[in-house]
């Protein structure tokens, strides 16, 4: 068994997924220390120390979080002297430290397989270095006898075909790579008429690591090739063999950013025996200068077929086998590859998708800074990586999470909590932050930093009420990590169409960039059936051909099951997938047709065999009606075709979730033992109070608070022969539903409520007080009405970063309620709540909102609130007095968009409570 499911409170939770006294159970599930939220750990020069290492680890635990990732990067100015080489002896003795303190703090340690990204450094050299493909074309006169002088150009260019093609009617092609000379000179007596010669060169694209850390400098490897991954890793087998360090949970693989390598050595070799012809044959038609705009497509998504054969082959399974060797398991961002991105996350033992920008929902409330980066993942890619995880049975999916949302300093916690929601609706179950600079203690403010990422530190402010954010997470995803998956369908990605409808140019990489461009009907598709109300897991050929049917669902080789497959719009199909989807109809499953049936096929090899198995294929399948809608029988199962998606999967009979479509909110579902659990997050400007009708069967329901642990019995009624529950979700709030399909279970009901009418503002009497502030503010401010602590007549006031303490007393009027809500309104940007000395809520996120009656009493009151602002007014400080605080030795500090910036143009953001403050009364509604 690999380590990170070995471990103490890994086993209890995978006893938990499978034991049937838990999912009876009304009690949150205990949260194992993969629940808890992990960060990538950058190790600036990896200039570390052991006492800063500790005391970093133990403040990191001390706020919730699970687990870090060792990413070593390059280091800080002036500081050339502590770097430590990686995997150098010293870097592995303070490695090993690193890996007792997290078990002494029960935390995991995870390590990039190498420094920055993508893998590549000192041990690659030129003949393992990512490689590229370069032609050069010559034309042949009539008279040019039996020599030609080659000219060669470029640097590292390695010859590797030379083909001879006539220009006449019968287009003759001769390789005549066996008769160049060691000069270059072509001895090869020309036929009769023109030729044209096309030189096929290996070169190299000479990228080097990008982000490099001292002793990881170097080459990037080539990923197509199996000799360069086993000779890049035999060094950490050198360094770990040396060593008395333990092998860390997991091995980590960033996103593939290895730009331009579109070659390697054997690829001709290769794709001869893999595709069936050689495409130095083809070469004018893989240029797209002769042959049909058929043909070059053909040959073209062949060449990409076999470059992501190589990539998933000779690195993601070379690299997985490697680490299992060691004894840990891998986890890998696939998006950025040339490849079938479900088959090279499924390969691997945790997928991990990534986010880029921040989102918008419209939610009531959240500060929508000027200077952001929108969201390149939406849903549909983000859902690439927990299809696999789901498809192939792998219990974790990963993401890298809070990559740049706004600009520098500049972000909320708040501003988080909808890009962390998004990750769990969209199958996320182990987040990530991207993430935590290591800074040592005796480095000045702001410390040292990465560049791309929301600074999840201790050096950032909003690290104070960190811990509140890092208990949702782990809440939530105590929740996610249990049960089984529940998404409604497959659906088959149409990776052929994808490659035969991308001709730009013969190299595809699917980075969460461009994903719209290079498959907006897919991503049309998936949209469209989610908006439906269903959940979709992609399936790729590989994988459909290890499904098989049970009881009328399908289930794939990781065990989760399916009401059906569909196909959208798919024009190619290889006939060897189709032929196991209708195998998979006749033994029960239901394949839904979506826009047509498939009328081509991959490949140039058997072209007009392959289209006459399609046909054959084709022609034993039903009547289509891709006007309307036909479920017609096949065998056990079913065959459907529509011209729809919302009417073709209703017709079959499945139902979708009426909280999506009805109510409006985002949902993802899994099933357990004794019925099923949902996350729910209202990513949307309006608030929810309704019934809706759920698409599984339930008698009684229970409903968990992740922002606060609380937890009730829900209200479940019966309409129309569907089970119903009653939810009540402001907007940007989120709620997990658990289902009981037979029991109904005994517990405290959940506080659903009505406001009267009358809210009560604490409109005057506020005091002001700085419980942390720098530069320093001393004194109690007198502001009566609330007004952020930026307009305080106190010059530094609008340049400070830290937390103010407002405070307030207030006569409780007599008003018969059952409870009190207090809504602090537009808080900047996160708040400590006390009543009456009693602490009753961290908010961190809109709605500012906590239920405070508990702590309320007849009379007299004081509520004392500490609100938490950025540091964004300090930073910009700095920047106009011109303190040196960028001191790195890379990338020395862009902004968003990747140019050189400074902030000292900022204009001051305020800071504090900047609204008014209400006490709302509530009666709770009968069960």
Not at 417 to 437: E, Q, R, S
Not at 542 to 567: D, F, M, N, P, W
Not at 623 to 631: C, I, P, T, W, Y
Request: glycine share 8%; charged share 20%; aromatic share 10%.
């Amino acid at each position: 068994m690999l380590k990170r499911y070995c471990l103490p409170c890994s086993l209890l939770l995978l006893l938990l997924s499978a034991c049937p006294l838990w999912a009876q159970s009304v009690e949150w599930p205990p949260v194992a220390r993969e629940a808890k939220p992990y960060t990538r750990w950058w190790w600036l020069g990896s200039a570390v120390d052991e006492a800063n290492l500790t005391a970093s680890l133990e403040a990191y635990a001390k706020k919730g979080i699970g687990g870090v990732e060792i990413t070593p990067i390059y280091g800080v100015k002036g500081n050339d002297s502590s770097n430590i080489p990686f995997l150098s002896p010293r870097w592995m003795e303070v490695y090993t430290h690193v890996t007792h303190e997290a078990k002494r703090l029960d935390m995991e340690v995870d390590m990039n397989t190498g420094t920055g990204w993508p893998f590549g450094g000192p041990q690659i050299g030129m003949d393992e270095a990512a490689s590229k493909i370069v032609f050069r074309r010559y034309t042949l006169p009539a008279d040019t006898g039996a020599k030609f002088l080659l000219p060669m150009q470029g640097k590292n260019l390695l010859p590797m075909r030379l083909m001879a093609f006539g220009k006449n009617a019968e287009k003759k092609k001769v390789d005549v790579t066996g008769k160049v000379s060691a000069d270059g000179t072509l001895l090869w007596a020309t036929p009769q008429g023109e030729w044209e010669l096309v030189a096929v060169f290996g070169g190299k694209t000479m990228q080097r690591v990008k982000r490099a850390a001292p002793g990881g400098e170097g080459l990037v490897m080539d990923h197509f090739s199996k000799a360069a991954t086993v000779k890049y890793l035999k060094r950490f087998d050198d360094a770990f063999a040396q060593s008395s360090a333990p092998s860390p949970g997991a091995f980590f693989n960033d996103s593939y950013e290895v730009y331009g390598a579109d070659w390697t050595s054997d690829l001709l070799t290769e794709f001869s025996r893999r595709r069936g012809y050689k495409l130095e044959d083809y070469l004018l038609v893989f240029l797209g200068e002769d042959g049909s705009a058929d043909d070059h497509a053909h040959v073209v998504s062949d060449y990409r077929e076999t470059l992501g054969e190589l990539l998933l082959e000779n690195f993601t399974a070379t690299w997985t086998n490697w680490a299992h060797r060691h004894g840990s398991i891998t986890r890998s961002q696939a998006h950025g590859s040339p490849g079938n991105l479900i088959d090279l996350y499924a390969a691997v033992d945790i997928p991990e998708c990534e986010s880029f920008g921040i989102s918008d929902f419209g939610i009531k409330g959240l500060r929508k800074d000027s200077l952001r980066k929108e969201n390149d993942s939406d849903i549909s890619m983000l859902k690439y990586a927990s299809s696999a995880a789901h498809v192939s049975g792998k219990k974790l999916t990963s993401s890298e999470t809070l990559t740049w949302l706004s600009e520098h300093f500049r972000t909320s916690l708040s501003q988080c909590k909808p890009d962390i929601d998004l990750m769990l609706v969209a199958g996320v179950n182990h987040l990530l932050f991207h993430g935590t600079p290591y800074s040592p203690k005796e480095a000045a403010w702001p410390g040292w930093l990465f560049y791309a990422s929301v600074n999840i530190s201790p050096t950032n402010t909003i690290w104070r009420d960190a811990d509140a954010m890092c208990s949702y997470i782990a809440r939530a995803q105590s929740f996610l990590q249990y049960g089984q998956p529940d998404n409604d369908f497959l659906v088959y990605l149409p990776i052929y169409d994808i490659w035969y409808g991308n001709r730009k140019n013969h190299y595809a990489a699917f980075s969460i960039h461009d994903m719209q461009e290079r498959a907006p009907d897919f991503i049309g598709a998936v949209t469209s059936i989610i908006g439906s109300g269903y959940d979709v897991d992609y399936i790729s050929d590989r994988l459909i051909k290890t499904a098989k049917v049970e009881g009328g669902l399908l289930k794939t080789q990781g065990g989760s099951t399916y009401k059906a497959i569909v196909l959208p719009s798919v024009k190619i199909i290889p006939p060897a997938t189709l032929k196991a989807l209708m195998r998979l109809a006749q033994d029960g499953a239901t394949v839904i047709f979506v826009g047509q049936y498939p009328s081509n096929v991959p490949g140039l090899q058997n072209r007009e065999e392959n289209l006459k198995s399609l046909s054959r294929l084709l022609k034993s399948l039903p009547a289509a009606d891709f006007g309307g809608v036909n479920v017609a029988a096949f065998g056990k199962g079913k065959i459907a075709t529509g011209a729809n998606y919302p009417q073709t999967l209703a017709d079959c009979g499945v139902s979708g979730e009426a909280i999506r479509t009805e109510l409006g909110a985002h949902l993802i579902r899994r099933a357990n033992e004794s019925g099923h659990h949902y996350f729910i997050a209202n990513l949307q400007a309006k608030d929810v109070d309704a019934w809706a009708s759920l698409a599984v069967d339930a008698t009684s329901a229970m409903l968990y608070d992740p922002m606060t642990g609380k937890l009730g019995k829900g209200k479940l009624r019966r309409s129309n022969g569907k089970a119903e529950v009653y939810l009540q979700l402001r907007s940007g709030e989120s709620v997990i539903l658990k289902t009981f399909k037979n029991a109904d279970v005994e517990a405290a009901p959940w506080p659903y409520y009505r406001e009267q009418p009358l809210a009560i503002e604490i409109a005057g009497g506020w005091q002001l007080q700085f419980v942390e502030s720098e530069p320093a503010i001393d004194g109690v401010f007198d502001v009566g009405s609330l007004k952020p602590w930026t307009d305080l007549n106190v010059p530094d006031a609008t340049v400070n970063m830290g937390t103010a303490r407002y405070t307030a007393t207030f006569d409780l009027p007599p008003i018969e309620a059952d409870g009190w809500i207090l809504d602090l309104g537009d808080v900047r940007e996160s708040a400590r709540v006390t009543v009456n000395g009693q602490q009753v809520a961290t908010l961190w996120a809109v709605p500012y909102r906590a239920a405070v009656g508990h702590a309320l009493k007849a009379g007299r009151n004081t509520v004392e609130i500490e609100v938490t602002g950025t540091p964004a007014n300090r930073i910009a400080d700095y920047d106009r007095r011109g303190v040196k605080w960028r001191i790195f030795n890379e990338i020395n500090f862009v902004n968003i968009w990747y140019r050189p910036t400074t902030f000292g143009h900022w204009q001051p953001m305020p800071s504090g409570l900047l609204g008014t403050v209400k006490l709302i009364p509530v009666n709770f509604l009968p069960m």
